[in-house]
């Protein structure tokens, strides 16, 4: 397992490469060894993400009637839901380079898209602290989350474009690639798995 300055080392590549900055590669390791220890950055989120899946029980336990109670088949639902819908965009994004002859890109692809899913976790999570401890806050949390998504959107085409080159159209594409099916799955999994709250 990455350690916590590995970690900030890779961030830190993740941060040039915003920035356009070719050193970014050199703090990342694209190998096929480095593409699987990115995965690490599943475990790294677990507190971001066990956050919220508490709010998101809760708002399930307050949209159900007052008996009903949750327990840890619920919790293996939505570790269901977030396994496929990090897994799923990569998927897809390999199926799609492989067919635009991009297939020596995927590694560096998983690598940057793994452990750009560590700071959005965290990111994440404190919007939903926001919600759950300021009362009326719903209103600007769903400004943040909107400045959230352009950030990443933002964020995540620089660094494609970077890895890939100058193919605006295709960095375009798989940008899309990359968040929509994620959206898309998430809420389709939680409905059918019946963990999304009704109403």
Not at 72 to 94: C, K, N
């Amino acid at each position: 397992m990455p350690t916590f300055r590995e970690v900030q080392y890779y961030l830190a590549g993740l941060w040039l490469l915003i920035r356009m900055d070719a050193r970014g590669f050199q703090y990342l390791d694209i190998s096929d060894r480095g593409m699987l220890r990115s995965f690490w950055a599943i475990l790294w989120s677990l507190p971001a993400i066990g956050i919220s899946w508490l709010w998101w029980q809760q708002a399930y336990l307050t949209a159900m009637p007052p008996e009903t109670s949750t327990g840890m088949a619920f919790f293996f639902r939505l570790t269901l839901v977030e396994a496929a819908s990090w897994l799923a965009p990569l998927i897809l994004a390999g199926v799609l380079l492989m067919i635009f002859r991009f297939g020596d890109k995927f590694e560096a692809i998983v690598v940057v898209v793994n452990w750009l899913g560590l700071p959005t976790s965290y990111l994440n999570s404190l919007l939903i602290a926001l919600l759950a401890f300021v009362p009326g806050s719903s209103g600007l949390a769903a400004i943040l989350w909107l400045a959230l998504m352009m950030a990443i959107i933002f964020s995540l085409a620089r660094i494609l474009r970077m890895i890939c080159g100058t193919h605006p159209l295709f960095v375009g594409a798989l940008t899309l690639i990359l968040l929509i099916p994620t959206m898309l799955l998430t809420d389709f999994l939680q409905r059918f798995l019946g963990v999304y709250p009704p109403g």
